[in-house]
C-alpha cells in the first residue's frame, strides 16, 4: 500500500474489532473518545483522525480499505488489530506484547510471525521468533524507545 503524504505532521489511527453480522466505519468523536477505549487512547496520542472499523472477518477486505482511503492525506497511519494485518501488508509491522499471559490467539501468532518489530517491558514465556528485531521498552527509560524509532526510520527509507 503506498501513503500519500499530504501532509508530514499529522497521522492517523484505526481500530478493528470483530463483529458477527454487520460493517461499519465510525468516527463521531463522541463514541471515539470514550472512556478507556483504544480509539480514546489513540486520540490522546495525538492522532489527527481516529477511525473505528467493525466487520466480520468475512468483510473486513472491503471495509478496511475503504477507511484507509479516508486518511491517505495524512502522513501515517497506525492499525489496531491483528486480522487487518493479514491483508493491508504495511510498510512496517510492530508487535506489542502486553501482559504475559505464556499464550497468545491464533491471530496474534500469526501476526507475531510477520512482525518486524515486537516490543515488550517484561521478557515474554512466549518463543518469539529469532529473526525479528526485539526492542524491551521501559517507561522508566527512554533508551530502547529511541533505538526503537530510529530502527523504524530506518525500515520507512
Not at 62 to 91: C, Q, W, Y
Not at 94 to 110: C, E, Q
Amino acid at each position: 500500500m503506498t501513503l500519500c503524504h499530504s501532509d508530514p505532521n499529522k497521522w492517523g489511527a484505526i481500530k478493528y474489532t470483530k463483529t458477527a453480522i454487520y460493517s461499519s466505519i465510525t468516527d463521531t468523536p463522541d463514541i471515539l473518545a470514550q472512556g478507556n477505549k483504544d480509539t480514546a487512547r489513540l486520540l490522546k496520542a495525538g492522532a489527527e483522525n481516529v477511525l473505528w472499523v467493525q466487520s466480520p472477518a468475512e468483510g473486513l477486505q472491503e471495509v478496511m480499505p475503504l477507511a484507509v482511503t479516508r486518511l491517505l492525506h495524512l502522513s501515517g497511519i497506525i492499525i489496531e488489530g491483528n486480522s487487518a494485518i493479514e491483508f493491508l501488508k504495511p510498510d512496517v509491522v510492530i508487535f506489542i506484547l502486553g501482559r504475559d499471559t505464556g499464550t497468545l490467539k491464533k491471530s496474534a501468532v500469526k501476526i507475531l510471525d510477520m512482525a518486524d518489530i515486537i516490543l515488550f517491558e517484561e521478557e515474554p514465556s512466549v518463543k518469539l521468533p529469532v529473526r525479528k528485531k526485539k526492542f524491551k521498552i521501559a517507561l522508566s527509560s527512554p533508551s530502547g524507545l529511541d533505538e526503537c524509532i530510529d530502527y523504524i526510520q530506518g525500515l520507512l527509507k
